[in-house]
């Protein structure tokens, strides 16, 4: 069966998808969309704060996921006025709970930090359905006007303005490293705070 012409699909957790057309299979049941679909994510509060484009579209009717194929681009808008930019290869989005999953060459603008990663997580509280934090996942890197740092986890908490790396976490300005157990930017990266620290240089 084929839908054509400006078809929306509301999931019953809130996400609603728009595509050109749409086509089901009853024997995979499958709904796709090979051509451009935009998302736009489940309510926070009064507004809708998550917006996604992708290339191809499958939603299977017996899983809790949606999959965006390819190309993906959106932007998150948080209720302190910032904006985060975001693109993927892929993602996956959950029909059960508000969790969208970015997959592989993630990169994040977040002014004045640019972040990089294999996978990264839109986590959202389970009972108040409010935004929680952002998790990336695997060949983390995070860059800004001075430093830069890799890890192989990094968890954000917007509205703490805290960024904990782990796995590993170097901190890199200029010629000096900086490693530890955990490294955490506080109050947005103007504070650090780094746990059993081991320094080379003389990082200031």
Not at 128 to 140: A, C, H, N, P, R
Request: with cysteine; proline share 3%.
């Amino acid at each position: 069966m084929r839908i054509e012409g400006n078809v929306e699909i509301e999931t019953s957790n809130g996400y609603i998808f728009s595509a050109p057309y749409v086509e089901y299979s009853a024997e995979k049941r499958l709904i796709e969309c090979q051509g451009v679909v935009t998302v736009r994510g489940p309510y926070e509060g009064n507004k809708r704060t998550l917006f996604m484009r992708a290339v191809g579209m499958r939603i299977p009717v017996t899983e809790r996921k949606m999959h965006l194929d390819r190309d993906v681009r959106g932007e998150k808008i948080f209720s302190e006025g910032k904006t985060l930019d975001f693109r993927s290869d892929s993602a996956v989005l959950s029909a059960s709970s508000q969790e969208a999953v970015l997959k592989q060459n993630v990169k994040i603008d977040y002014p004045p930090m640019k972040m990089t990663s294999q996978n990264a997580i839109f986590a959202y509280n389970e009972k108040t359905q409010d935004f929680q934090y952002l998790e990336l996942q695997g060949k983390v890197e995070l860059t800004d006007e001075k430093r830069r740092v890799v890890s192989e986890n990094l968890k954000v908490d917007i509205a703490k303005q805290e960024f904990l790396f782990s796995g590993q976490p170097r901190l890199y300005q200029g010629a000096d490293e900086l490693m530890g157990d955990q490294i955490i930017f506080m109050d947005n990266g103007k504070k650090v705070k780094v746990e059993k620290v081991k320094a080379k240089g003389t990082l200031e």
